[in-house]
């Protein structure tokens, strides 16, 4: 299996030593990360456990696990903000944000308002418990981050009965820096104008793309997140959603071949690595 940068205590010791005036952002794999600044915590789509592989165990579709697990979800009790981009498993595990909301009592669980009660029913908490998101809605500020949800499409929109997103990106303001954090998704007419109300200085992006020998929903190909983050005069890409499980990965030398040659910055985060702004 690949060994994180940083695990378990080396990873903690990194967290703790950093410069409170920058901006710190650790990949903890697939689509996770957690963003730190000021002394705030926030975790993005966290995916700590091996749920998916005991899940699909002796399957057809073995989730097998190609990167060790950076660090176990109850050591992190210093987190203030949750989020999840969508119901998959990957992106809301009970077994990594059920142990988080226990060493973390105040914790801020932020999911799209149309998955509301599918999480709720995950996380084993009340749906009040939660704190819901509407795409193009008014921001949700917990201090010092400040979110705005726009559509993502995995591999289609989904919405509930009252137009909600079930696929959700976040446009995530912290302190001069923007990030956009698409969730999973796929490239749909009028993403870019969308994004391009503000200017990115991160954009995280799944490179994984769409092989329907997988039976899965798929993302953006390499070559399409470049293209993306050149779109939206992003100014800089970090690719991500691979060398998690086997049956779904992709090399990301189609993603930096292609930013290498449209002049698009980016960032190739080690799992466990830290990227600081």
Known sequence: MIKPALQDEAFLSDVRNTDPDQLHLWWLGQSGFLVQYQGRHLLIDPYLSDSLTKKYAGTDKPHVRMTERVIAPERLDFVDVV??????????????????????????????????????????????????????????????????AIPSAHETFEQDEHGDHKYIGLIIQVGKWIIYHSGDAVPYPGLVDSIRRWRIDIAILPING????????GNFTGQEAAELGKAIRAGLVIPCHYEMFAFNTASPQEFTNHADGINQPYQILKCGGRLSL
């Open 83 to 148: 989020t999840s981009s969508h119901n998959h498993t990957d992106h809301l595990d009970g077994e990594t944000l059920i142990p988080l909301l226990h060493v973390n009592p105040n914790l801020t669980v932020l999911v799209s308002r149309a998955n509301v009660d599918f999480a709720a029913k995950r996380l084993q908490v009340p749906p009040e418990r939660l704190t819901p998101i509407r795409v193009h809605a008014e921001p949700v500020t917990i201090v010092p981050f400040s979110f705005q």
């Open 210 to 217: 769409r092989d329907r020998a997988r039976r899965v929903a």
